[in-house]
Every structure is written in structure tokens, then in C-alpha cells.
């Protein structure tokens, strides 16, 4: 199985707050696993990635979280302000392999 | 240092029309990679190319077809268009190809926004 599903389609948080994106896969080949942000009309922008061999990572405000065993990681955002009103995508992708499989997406919006 | 970029930015076609797409990698990076983007849907993986050759192809007809150049910039045909082929096309380039570390992360371009009625 290729698919990967994130969850919400959809979320508004107050300014400050941690906004929470949860994905999750099937196909236990896939070894990277990056973040992408998109603002509208622009090209998606990598936030930050993960690989399998480790539970966390973060780099600023943001912050990664796999769970191997479930296979699901989460993207969690710290004081979260209006301007990372955006739309996210995680992805997946197999070794050996340069596609990336995209979740859905995640219109967040952060209330001021 | 300048991204990738991609021409046209936007583009109005008519069902049954052939559009040519073009992609400048980012200066030095040498694997170029097509995706479709349908509205409000994450990109679909069409194509990847590494050093001219095909090196990936996703689930998507005949219709579409790519190459690269000598200067690693790329372009992407679709023929025959359809209603349904309406979307943001996007470009992304990384250095190497992935396994690499740092040097696979892919770098999207701002796209090109077809419409075709």
C-alpha cells in the first residue's frame, strides 16, 4: 500500500496554541518521511523530515513525532502564530525510490 | 540563490490541446521530479528524472510524457488534454538521488497552473 492519511482535513487553533497533525501509513517500506508547507498559489516548502530510526526531531517551533510501531508520526507546531496559517502535507517515500506519496493536506488556521 | 523555477505560470487550454510545462532546477541539481496537484489534493508523483534518463513513472496515461536536457532543466508534455488534467503542476529538484542525506530533499517550484476547458 502506497496511501498515506492525515487527519483533520481541517483546523483552527488560537494564536499560542499547538496545533496538532497526525498521519499515518500502511507500507512499512517507506523510510523518510518529510513535512511540506503550502501557502496558496505557491509551491509546497519541506518544514522538516523524519526517518524510522528516530521517536522525535525538531528544528524551531516545529516538532516531529513517530511512533514506528502504530506507523503514524505527527507534526506538532509550538506557539503557533498567524503566519503559519498555511496548508500541510506530510509524505512518504520507499528506499531506493525518489516519489513521494502525500497525505491529503491540512488547512490550519491560526486565529489571532 | 535562485529556486526552482517553472514556466508558464498560468495557462488556459481548450479539451484536445497539447501543453508543454518547463522546469529550471536549482543551479547544480542534477534529479528533476513532476507532480500533479488537484485541487484541494496533495501532489500525485508523474514523473522523475536523474541525469536525462527516466528513473520513475507514476499512474498516469500515455498522455503524459517528460524529458530532461543536457542542462538538467526539464520539460513536461501532456496531449490530447482533458477536463480532469486541470491542476497546479509542480516541479521539484534535489542534488542527487535520494539515499544521499541532505542532498535528496526535493525543492518544489511555485507551479503552473493549468486550466483546461
Known amino acids: 500500500q502506497q496511501q498515506v492519511k492525515q487527519s483533520p482535513q481541517s483546523l483552527i487553533v488560537q494564536k499560542g496554541g499547538i496545533p496538532i497533525i497526525n498521519c499515518a501509513y500502511e507500507n512499512t517500506a517507506f523510510d523518510y518521511f518529510p513535512w511540506y508547507q503550502q501557502f496558496p498559489g505557491k509551491g509546497p516548502a519541506l518544514l522538516i523530515a523524519i526517518r524510522p530510526d528516530v521517536s522525535e526531531k525538531k528544528e524551531g517551533r516545529f516538532t516531529i513525532s513517530f511512533n514506528k510501531s502504530a506507523k503514524q508520526f505527527s507534526l506538532h507546531i509550538m506557539d503557533s502564530q498567524p503566519g503559519d496559517s498555511a496548508t500541510y502535507f506530510c509524505?512518504?517515500?520507499?528506499?531506493?525510490?525518489?516519489?513521494?506519496?502525500f497525505g491529503t493536506g491540512t488547512r490550519l488556521t491560526i486565529i489571532p | 540563490d535562485a529556486g526552482v523555477t517553472q514556466s508558464p505560470t498560468h495557462l488556459i487550454k481548450t479539451r484536445g490541446q497539447q501543453v508543454t510545462l518547463r522546469c529550471s532546477p536549482i543551479?547544480?541539481?542534477?534529479?528533476v521530479s513532476w507532480y500533479q496537484q488537484v485541487l484541494g489534493q496533495g501532489p500525485q508523483f508523474i514523473f522523475q528524472y536523474y541525469e536525462k534518463e527516466e528513473r520513475g513513472r507514476g499512474n498516469f496515461p500515455d498522455r503524459f510524457s517528460a524529458r530532461q536536457f543536457p542542462n538538467y532543466s526539464s520539460e513536461l508534455n501532456v496531449n490530447a488534454l482533458l477536463l480532469g488534467d486541470s491542476a497546479l503542476y509542480l516541479c521539484?529538484?534535489?542534488?542527487?538521488?535520494?539515499?544521499?542525506?541532505?542532498?535528496?530533499?526535493?525543492?518544489f517550484g511555485p507551479g503552473t497552473r493549468l486550466l483546461v476547458l
Open positions: 543551479s547544480g541539481h542534477k534529479s
Open positions: 509524505a512518504a517515500r520507499v528506499f531506493g525510490n525518489e516519489k513521494l506519496t
Open positions: 521539484a529538484s534535489s542534488l542527487s538521488l535520494q539515499g544521499a542525506g541532505d542532498q535528496e530533499t526535493q525543492y
